[in-house]
């Protein structure tokens, strides 16, 4: 494991606010978007980290194809 770097606590303030104004943004748009506006350099993982330390982060796998009525179970 590499060396662990803390972001100022400004910059976790402005992920975490890029993220909760569009939650469909993704870490590495996010990592693109920091070095464009702001030219700030952030690790995807660092960004993946503060994701799912603020509860932010999607669940793993897949997504469902078609979102409509949830499965309905059969009676025997």
Do not use: T, W, Y
């Amino acid at each position: 494991m590499g060396i662990v770097h803390k972001l100022k606590p400004e910059i976790r303030d402005l992920i975490l606010e890029k993220k909760k104004s569009n939650p469909n943004l993704s870490c590495r748009q996010l990592v693109l978007l920091l070095e464009k506006e702001a030219n700030i350099k952030v690790s995807k993982s660092s960004i993946n980290f503060l994701f799912k330390e603020a509860g932010l982060s999607a669940p793993v796998g897949r997504k469902s194809k078609r979102p409509g009525k949830p499965a309905q179970l059969r009676e025997a």
